[in-house]
């Protein structure tokens, strides 16, 4: 196995904390979580007291203020694990990001605190039934009056969506000004005319509540705003999306090597034609291949996250990791259930839950077809 320098002592002393709490407070209820459509609350208070959410977040707004290694961590371990439902890395490292790069001292003062608590659980909603990734045709609206703003429109494929007290909602301030007409929001879910709702029966992911949002006619105080004016909601989505890209990346190859893992277990036990699976030379080439993938993309993986702490990962660096590494883990979680046969695609083995798991990777942040386009953009 090829080394991670990446990660010091400190880090990895941290791994070992994370990966017993999430052996001893998910991994045994992940089975009820999916039947439940989402993951109790409690589990997120249990994490905020390890410091497992928000860690990036400066000490003065509540969070532990250490590097996003520590982030990447707790997604390693949290997909690993193949706890899907755990929503934490868009509540610790995309939507806490906006509102620490782009909000107020008094929203950052407001809000952060409360997060990195677990008081306050977060989503951000981007999507629209007729958008999908097309974020400049979003018709979700805020119309300025007075001290407020009227937000009307609904969003969809909301991630913590049933559970979100605080959304960061995506609208157009100037339908007329296309990008330049976008502003976003932070949406508190108790207010009059904000409601969620149904919660989404996915093909995989079932114990992450995804959901349906709607908002009619949402006063949302001008102090709400994110940014210093109007209209920097499309810049700011588009700045802070290389990191989100990351993240899926960290996810993905976190899967496939906890895939992998299972699998090279099981053919060591399961038998066949009186001897382990593993001794079938079909067997043994496909885990070497599949192994080498693996060992590429890590590599990649680590490598981008040198950059982003670098503040140098770029837009088209991110989408090619995106792509990549989405595409490799449901490769890799298909050719991981051919090696256990009828037994992986059945609902009770970790491996039939993780192919399901990984089919959505392919579609959010950006379809890879986005990226793929992105990338392109750049020849």
């Known amino acids: 196995m090829i080394s991670r320098p990446l990660f010091d002592s400190d880090h990895n002393q941290f791994r070992d904390t994370v990966t017993r709490f999430l052996e001893h ?6 089975g009820q979580w999916e039947k439940d459509g989402q993951v109790s609350r409690e589990l997120w208070t249990k994490a905020a007291e390890l410091g497992l959410l928000c860690p990036n977040v400066p000490e003065e707004y509540g969070g532990a203020g250490v590097d996003f290694r520590y982030s990447a961590v ?3 371990e949290v997909s690993r694990l193949g ?4 929503g934490f890395f868009l509540h610790s490292d995309i939507v ?3 509102i620490l790069h782009y909000g107020t001292e008094e929203q950052k003062q407001k809000y952060l605190p409360r997060m990195a608590r677990g008081e306050m659980i977060t989503a951000i909603a981007m999507t629209e039934p007729g958008a999908g990734s097309d974020l400049q045709s979003i018709r979700t609206t805020a119309v300025r009056d007075g001290d407020h703003y009227i937000l009307n429109g609904s969003k969809t494929f909301i991630t913590n969506g049933q559970m979100a007290d605080l959304v960061i909602v995506v609208a157009k301030t100037d339908p007329k000004e ?6 976003l929001f932070l949406v508190e879910a108790d207010w009059e005319g904000f409601a969620k709702g149904r ?3 996915k093909v995989g992911m079932k114990a992450q509540d995804t959901s349906e949002l709607f908002f009619q006619d949402v006063k949302v105080p001008a102090e709400n705003l994110l940014g210093s004016s109007e209209g920097q909601g499309f810049m700011q989505l588009m700045q802070e999306l290389p990191q989100e890209r990351l993240l899926v990346g960290l996810v993905a190859l976190a899967a496939c090597e906890g895939a992998f893992q299972w699998t090279l277990d099981y053919t060591k036990e399961r038998k066949a034609f009186g001897k382990p699976v593993i001794g079938f030379q079909n067997t043994r080439f496909k885990l070497a291949e599949l192994k080498a993938d693996i060992t590429a993309g890590r590599t990649f993986v680590d490598r981008c996250m040198e950059l982003h702490l670098d503040g140098k990962l770029d837009v088209q660096t991110a989408a090619m990791l995106k792509q990549w590494t989405t595409d490799l883990q449901c490769r890799v979680m298909d050719e991981c259930l051919q090696l256990f046969g009828g037994y992986g695609y059945m609902w009770e083995y970790p491996i039939a839950r993780a192919w399901a ?8 942040a950006g379809t890879n077809e986005i990226m793929k386009e992105i990338v392109a953009r750049s020849f």
Do not use: C, F, W
Not at 25 to 30: D, K, Q, S, T, Y
Not at 357 to 364: E, F, G, H, K, P
């Open 357 to 364: 798991d990984a089919r959505v990777q392919r579609i959010y």
């Open 25 to 30: 407070e998910a991994v045994p209820h992940h």
């Open 96 to 98: 806490a990001p906006y």
């Open 83 to 86: 706890l899907s439902g755990i």
């Open 74 to 76: 707790v997604m390693e």
């Open 178 to 183: 296309g990008a330049k007409g976008t502003s």
């Open 199 to 201: 919660n989404l029966e």
